[in-house]
């Protein structure tokens, strides 16, 4: 799961956009955290139109969207693929490395 931060860049898709037509998604800013699967976006039209959603569903992993009619928003693949690798290599280390914790000196 990638956490959501102000700033981070994602794909909206709305009635207009859904993927079921074929449209391309609009992209977007997280302007606000409501948490790992809510945030409320501000972006662009294919026309180059400002919007802005509060409280749009963001997709995590193997999410489905509650509603297309009301829009969500999903990590662009690029994203995806890096928190991937990312924790691809964490899994790594963590078996190639173990953690050796002190042992407590009994008293």
């Given at each position: 799961?990638?956490?959501?931060?102000?700033?981070?860049?994602?794909?909206?898709?709305?009635?207009?956009?859904?993927k079921e037509n074929g449209a391309q998604?609009?992209?977007?800013?997280?302007?606000?955290?409501?948490?790992?699967?809510?945030?409320?976006?501000?972006?662009?039209?294919?026309?180059?139109?400002?919007?802005?959603?509060?409280?749009?569903?963001?997709?995590?992993?193997?999410?489905?969207?509650a509603s297309a009619a009301s829009g969500f928003?999903?990590?662009?693949?690029?994203?995806?693929?890096?928190?991937?690798?990312?924790?691809?290599?964490?899994?790594?280390?963590?078996?190639?490395?173990?953690?050796?914790?002190?042992?407590?000196?009994?008293?």
């Amino acid at each position: 799961m990638i956490s959501p931060t102000i700033g981070r860049v994602v794909l909206f898709y709305d009635s207009y956009t859904s993927k079921e037509n074929g449209a391309q998604p609009w992209p977007a800013l997280v302007c606000h955290v409501w948490g790992d699967r809510c945030v409320n976006i501000a972006g662009f039209t294919s026309g180059g139109m400002f919007f802005s959603r509060s409280s749009v569903q963001l997709l995590q992993d193997e999410d489905e969207p509650a509603s297309a009619a009301s829009g969500f928003a999903e990590w662009m693949p690029y994203q995806k693929g890096q928190a991937a690798k990312a924790e691809a290599l964490e899994q790594q280390l963590a078996t190639t490395n173990p953690v050796v914790t002190p042992t407590s000196a009994a008293a």
